[in-house]
């Protein structure tokens, strides 16, 4: 056996220092691509329990996300950017936060609950549930960028209802009456998964909903719209870009972990959850893989 204590050779000392940096460089300017660009991966915090339903405001670079504990669900939580903590948003004890929706055009935060949509308030240490709108059961929140329509997923069926002309009323959304995760892209294909377990797309060209192949019943998707519109979906630890020219997904990427929850920000970052962790993963430039570490870390 060959012992590497007393090397004394200066080539061979000076062989081993190239080595290890190398090795020391290499670990710290890992690269993931995903799809045709390349990532850095950076834990931005360390939490007890796992993220689901994760989506950033634009204006803040804060990250919303829906807490789970074992067996339970501990609330809506908020990682402000550059924060040392993060921290719960207290709501009423009559009231369960389910998911957020943040309308960046009007500057509102909506917020779904178990007795209709409320709204939340940086300047506020609550959420405040005063004057609700509605008292649905509200599952989740997405708004349309191209014309800032609010589409809500409600009550135990998983029904999608669209607000009408910006009022409190609102009315059924014939096109996908019911589905677990709905997305429109600018074009107004429609992407979701319905309450059979199935994933879908719903062309602007076409006259009825076509079933993706590839994907099991049993799978949990998440799905998101990249800054590219691009339809992406979370599929245990892989990516996939959807499209409604082809029943078949495209695998863009695999992470090595269970994704729990993901989203997209307006500098092309993708937050990633999983149990444990919340990673951001931040593009980079393939000429300089290694750019400085400019992450913050906070745990809970």
Avoid: W
Wanted: hydrophobic letters at 35%; proline letters at 4%.
């Amino acid at each position: 056996m060959i012992q590497c204590r007393n090397i004394r050779n200066p080539l061979v000392q000076s062989a081993l220092l190239v080595s290890l940096a190398f090795t020391t460089l290499a670990q710290k300017c890992e690269r993931i691509k995903i799809g045709n660009e390349y990532y850095k991966r950076q834990l931005i915090a360390a939490i007890d329990g796992y993220p689901t339903g994760i989506v950033v405001d634009p204006r803040t670079e804060n990250i919303f996300f829906l807490l789970h504990k074992r067996n339970y669900t501990k609330g809506i939580h908020i990682l402000r950017h550059g924060s040392l903590g993060i921290k719960e948003i207290p709501v009423s004890d009559d009231y369960i936060g389910q998911c957020v929706g943040v309308d960046a055009a009007n500057n509102i935060i909506y917020v779904g609950t178990n007795q209709g949509l409320v709204t939340y308030d940086y300047s506020r240490s609550d959420i405040l549930v005063e004057r609700p709108i509605g008292d649905d059961d509200i599952r989740n929140i997405f708004i349309d960028k191209t014309n800032n329509q609010m589409y809500i997923t409600t009550g135990p069926n998983h029904d999608i209802f669209t607000f009408v002309n910006g009022s409190a009323a609102v009315k059924r959304y014939d096109k996908i009456p019911k589905a677990y995760n709905f997305i429109l892209d600018t074009k107004g294909n429609a992407f979701y998964e319905y309450v059979d377990g199935r994933l879908y797309f719903f062309s602007v060209d076409l006259y009825e909903p076509i079933q993706y192949k590839g994907f099991s019943r049993e799978l949990k998707y998440i799905l998101k719209l990249n800054n590219r519109e691009e339809a992406i979906v979370a599929v245990k630890g892989s990516l996939f870009r959807l499209f409604t020219k082809s029943v078949l997904p495209v695998k863009i990427g695999q992470l090595g972990f269970k994704i729990t929850g993901m989203a997209f920000d307006h500098r092309n970052n993708i937050i990633f959850g999983t149990r444990g962790k919340i990673y951001k993963y931040k593009p980079i430039d393939t000429n300089d893989p290694c750019p400085p570490d400019d992450y913050f870390m906070t745990s809970i």
